[in-house]
């Protein structure tokens, strides 16, 4: 079989292609195949439940051996410790181990767990090895239990994720189905440790998925549902961190601040992600082997919290403080210099962590130093933006740091000032950063990711508005060598792609110019004289005026080729050719009304005996 880059190279045994059938258009595309993967989700959500308990369990117990000296997995902070000077030892001894883990078990359990969950994605077809599921866990718990400052959530979303994908790859599953089943274990993994249902759903959405359709949405949803659901029996209900019920109505003072404190959020984004890259470049400078880095970084941590212990461990209870109303001077700055700096440290050294709930606390820290400027709202009202608006601003989730801020605290009329807070400080944290905490680690790998999600505009453009209808066609009829000298006579050989009609038009096959040769040069002169009806390929690609062009390419790869005839859906009558260098053009058409600016009305039409009319062509293109 020949396949060149003709648009219908013909078979070199004269089968005929099979003929392209056309998709039903409709505004989703899901097949009922979805629905089994969404079953799927159900034990995914199961086993996330279970992982995240089994990490919260593990973290309470290393923190209970390690500072306190007892078995237990009651839960515990390590700021509460007796151990006086000697607790500085205690990360560095719990980061020689970790780095033990990594060197010899697995080097993915390094890092923040979302960014090689991506990389699994991008590079490795969604498929994760089992021991990361084993590994991930336990060295996070030995990491965050003996002091590192971290939350659970990387982690978790490592460990969900692998477990999905183990689940995967036991059935016969394309990469797109493993994808969807990783981050329907992250999102698991998520909603049980953080009884936030939605916001794992976006967060899989806004950082795994890489899309929004029915086939992934669906299982995910099921999986976080499920993991929710088991919360209740296994860790006990939300929220995380309850807050006082601020007001519902709000002052335009008070909305304008919303937004001034995004701004700043976003603004703190850009030294947040820059610290943690700017210590990972120093420990790589080091003549020393990275399975060391951790351990060096742990002496700062455990100088740190000499300074102040409340940095230590995942720091949910100071969140929970801040929520509702903590403010105190040593608090807000212990946070932003002494958490900060160890966990920027820690992270950027390659243990094991996450940066949530880092990120989360900095946040709150920040809305609860704002709170001394901006107009009294109650208890915690401006911590709730200040951690909304971090997340927003350093991991790029705006819809993920909106719902998941009101889940955790369940108080739902802030969501138009944490609204208003969030996409604020998106906006700031995407003008002046281009790459997030997270993707910033993918692209040090070498690989660009980009995080915009649009309507593909060969979607939004059809058939008929691209096709050539003026190409020259070929009569059934007509022998072989009355076409030679057409051929001969188009220098250039732009088409190559002869329609073959009969009398009304209507198409029976076609030829190409590559295919003709082939022919003459297997069956010499006598093919000269035969029709051009015996000879065509009678079942070409076909694409027909009403399709978006999205379908059409889809059936260009599917079949191998690269042009394609147009013809009524009806009657099969020939209506012209897309090209390739047709969809390229279709492509210009959507940059150009991507850069072309103009202006369409002028003020004109309001004033007395305006003409209404718009305004006389001016434009400007970038």
Known sequence: ?????????????????????????????????????????????????????ILLRLIALFT??????RFSTAPVTPAGHHLGWLAVFVPVLGAIIVGYMARYGSDRIRGHGIPEAIESILLNGSRIEPKVAILKPVSAAIAIGTGGPFGAEGPIIMTGGAFGSIVAQMFHLTSAERKTLLAAGAAAGMSATFAAPIASVLLAIELLLFERKPRSVIPVATASATAALLRHFLLGDGPLFPSFVHPSVFSPLVLLCCVAAGIACGILAIPLSNSVYMFEDLFGKLPVHWMWWPAIGGIVVGLGGLIFPPALGVGYDIIGQLVQGGRAWHLIFGVLIVKWVIWSVDLGSGTSGGVLAPVMMIGGALGALLSYGFPEMGPGFWVLIGIAGVLSGTLRVPMTAIIFTIEETHDWNMLLPVLLGSVAAYAASTLLLKRSILTEKVARRGYHLTCEYAVDPLELLYVREVMRPNVMVLSAKSMLNEVLPLLKADKGQRQRLLPVLETHGKLIGILTRKGIYERMDREGEAVLVRRLEEVIEQDPVKAYPDEPLRAVVYRMAEKGVTRVVVVDRESDRFLGLVSLEDLLKARTRHMEEERRKEQVLNLRFLLPGGTGGG?????AAD
């Open 64 to 69: 209970n051996l390690s500072y306190y000296g």
């Open 615 to 619: 305004a006389t062509g001016m434009s």
């Open 1 to 53: 079989m020949n396949k060149g880059n003709d648009a219908a190279a013909a078979h070199e045994d004269a089968k005929p292609h099979a003929a392209a059938q056309p998709e039903e258009l409709g505004d989703f595309t899901i097949a009922p195949r979805a629905l089994w993967i969404a079953l799927l989700g159900i034990p995914i959500g199961a086993g996330g439940a279970c992982f995240a308990l």
